[in-house]
């Protein structure tokens, strides 16, 4: 069958886009492989996340292609209304407490994970009742050379093949050869941004820093307090053969605390290759358990990180704790866990300035490959807004 639409991977931006072009009377296929600790349900990244739905001024990076606040806000409601979520109450943000660089105060929701399988299933459904086909497989080739995209699909059952018109590529941060295969062009995005995840032993820990807000954002030069969502666990996930303690999973019976710190760095290539290459010299168990610090910022883990990220990124990375610990917000002297190495913007992104479209003509990419914003409320919006621009591009 020929389909309007394939959208390869079924995160929340592959679904979201889904129903979107449904709604506006298109055929989308959605192709899935699942994370492996997904056990073949839909949904990407969603069930091993945060589960935080962080609203503007998180997200900013799509407001060039929604192309004003209000277009953006519209969106966010849309997916409201498909997730049956309600963000309202949430709708705030402050710039607060000028003495630090900037202190950014993100409104967030953070769902429990009983709530994250009922908008699993729930997403789920939908898909069924609008009867959107959603093949279960990887997509393992792509060619164009026909007016029309074959797209291969490996499942249990065997290959198959079917045809679009169109493809919206929302395979999130995993590799993105296939994309390239196709002579879509990586965008220069955002750099990348490197440091450690710091978990410590009890959450009264980092209570200082949580009551600035349920997900604030310290920013000073080009380093940033990250994901600060506790209770959790650290979850670890793999990137070409390097295991990154990504985020948390929210937990309430884990009692540890634990936030990133991450610097922001141009060299990309250049600082994922770095990485990627020592990597595999340090000893395993460093990197499963983390260093534990009784005392201090870095500990035993400095020596490793200044070959992972170079001297100067880890003396920016020293000085940004000493901020934090100068404003009462950390304090280094408790014990704690190092783990590393925490990456963010590490895989390539594709979609060009202020569009969801790519180097391509016809290859959209959305969700984190888009590059404009990572997150789970942004992955959705992008499904919203990429289908949007599509149907104006028809029209
Ligand atoms: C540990 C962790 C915690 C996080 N916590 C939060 C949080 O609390 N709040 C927040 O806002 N964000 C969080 N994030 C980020 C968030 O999970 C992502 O930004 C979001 O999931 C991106 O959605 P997506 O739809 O773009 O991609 P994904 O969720 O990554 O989904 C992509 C899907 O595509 C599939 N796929 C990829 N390639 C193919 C292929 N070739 N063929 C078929 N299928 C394919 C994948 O298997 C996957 O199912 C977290 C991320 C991690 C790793």
């Not at 997904?38 to 589960?51: H, N």
């Not at 997403?123 to 797209?151: A, H, T, W, Y």
């Not at 990309?268 to 395993?284: G, M, T, W």
């Amino acid at each position: 069958m020929k389909y309007d639409v394939a959208i390869i991977g079924g995160g929340l931006a592959g679904i979201v886009s889904a129903l979107k072009l449904k709604e506006f009377g298109y055929s989308p296929l959605v192709i899935d492989a699942s994370l492996p600790q997904a056990e073949g349900s839909i949904g990407g990244f969603v069930k091993f996340s945060g589960a935080k739905f962080s609203l503007p001024p998180a997200g900013l990076g799509l407001l060039d292609v929604a192309g004003s606040e209000k277009e953006l806000y519209t969106a966010i409601s849309e997916v409201e209304t498909f997730f049956e979520l309600d963000l309202s109450s949430s709708f705030e943000s402050h710039d607060v407490n000028k003495e630090m660089d900037s202190l950014r105060k993100y409104q967030s929701v953070v769902l429990e994970k009983e709530e994250i399988n009922t908008l699993v299933n729930h997403l789920d459904g939908m898909l069924k009742s609008k009867n959107i086909p959603v093949v279960q497989g990887e997509c393992v080739e792509i060619k164009n050379d026909r007016e029309l995209f074959d797209v291969k699909i490996r499942s249990d059952d065997g290959d198959v093949v079917e045809s679009a018109k169109t493809i919206f590529f929302a395979g999130g941060r995993r590799n993105n050869s296939l994309i390239k295969s196709l002579g879509v062009k990586a965008t220069k995005g955002k750099g990348i941004d490197v440091g450690v995840r710091v978990e410590f032993f009890s959450l009264e820990d980092l209570k200082k820093l949580r009551s600035l807000g349920p997900d604030a954002k310290i920013i000073k030069d080009r380093c940033r307090t990250f994901c600060l969502n506790s209770p959790g666990e650290v979850y670890y996930y793999d990137y070409n053969g390097v295991s990154i303690p990504g985020g948390v999973v929210a937990s309430c019976n884990v009692e540890r605390a634990n936030f990133g710190i991450l610097l922001r760095l141009d060299a990309k290539a250049e600082v994922l290759n770095r990485i990627v290459s020592y990597y595999h010299d340090i000893q395993p168990c460093l990197i499963e358990n983390g260093v534990t610090v009784e005392s201090g910022f870095l500990g035993r883990a400095e020596p490793l990180l200044k070959e992972l990220y170079g001297k100067s990124s880890v003396s920016k990375l020293k000085d940004f704790a000493d901020f934090l610990m100068s404003k009462g917000l950390v304090d280094w002297s408790k014990p704690h866990i190092i783990h590393m190495p925490l990456i963010d913007w590490h895989w390539d992104t594709f979609s060009v300035k202020g569009s969801f479209k790519t180097s391509i003509s016809d290859v959209y990419c959305l969700g984190d490959v888009s590059g404009h914003a990572r997150g789970l409320l942004q992955a959705a919006v992008s499904g919203v807004l990429a289908s949007r621009e599509f149907k104006n591009g028809r029209s």
